[in-house]
């Protein structure tokens, strides 16, 4: 693997305040949760694929409505049938026993749907990827032509090498330097892999963070907050470049 399996940091962090500014329908089946740009536009799309925490949660929202805001019409699926992880887990939880009922047998069907709504129905011409821990596994797996145009990941796991090899669009990937997932060898294992691709790519290390710092990191701790906001800089800056105006 090119990054570890999950572990006791995936599901450890901190709850962020806000509102959330979208709103939840479904696609199929599948409970999802939308954000919408100021103009309404769906043409620049972002497929937001969560940690294990879910779509519900409201840290995730938030970045959902902050993709929202620089513009891009955001969908973030309910990738776990309603299975979340809560946030801190009660004591005894097993997160390898959990994970055995959402492997990509179990999310693939929900992810192909949902691409298949945005491309045909919901007006999507160009989509960009989001994928927070879990969700980076599958940001690999579909960055590839007529599924995902333009990657972004921040501490991903479970990517296996072949994933990573066979993404076909540029990818932007932001590490935290303590992380016993995506670990410094993992990290150089992927720098290695991606050197050998003909594709843009970028690998940002992030100090005095943790994994899940793009997502659950503690904001009332500056360096913390800090490099909590410039990887979602790295995030919209990498879409600017590669999703509004492909090369």
Known sequence: MTSNQLSECCIKGILHEGQAKGEIKSI???????????????????????????????????????????????????????????????????????????????????????????????????????????????????????????????HPTMVEPDELGGIEGPLSIAAAVRDFVFTTAKRHESEQILDQLDVPYQINLFSEVEHGFAVRCNLDEPLQRFAKEQAFSQAVSWFKMFLDTPK
């Open 28 to 154: 199929g089946n599948t409970s999802t949760y939308f954000a919408y740009p100021a103009d309404n536009s769906t043409k620049h799309a972002i497929l937001l694929l969560t940690d294990v925490l879910g779509h519900k949660f409201i840290n995730s929202q938030l970045l959902a409505d902050q993709f929202a805001s620089n513009g891009y019409f955001v969908v973030m699926p309910d990738l776990f049938n309603g299975d979340v992880v809560p946030m801190n887990r009660p004591e005894g939880f097993n997160i390898m026993d959990w994970v055995k009922n959402h492997l990509p047998a179990q999310t693939e069907p929900i992810i192909n749907s949902v691409l298949k709504e945005m491309r045909e129905n919901l007006g999507c011409e160009r989509i960009g990827g989001v994928g927070y821990c879990f969700g980076g596994k599958y940001v690999c797996r579909y960055l590839k032509p007529g599924k995902l145009d333009v990657g972004f990941m921040a």
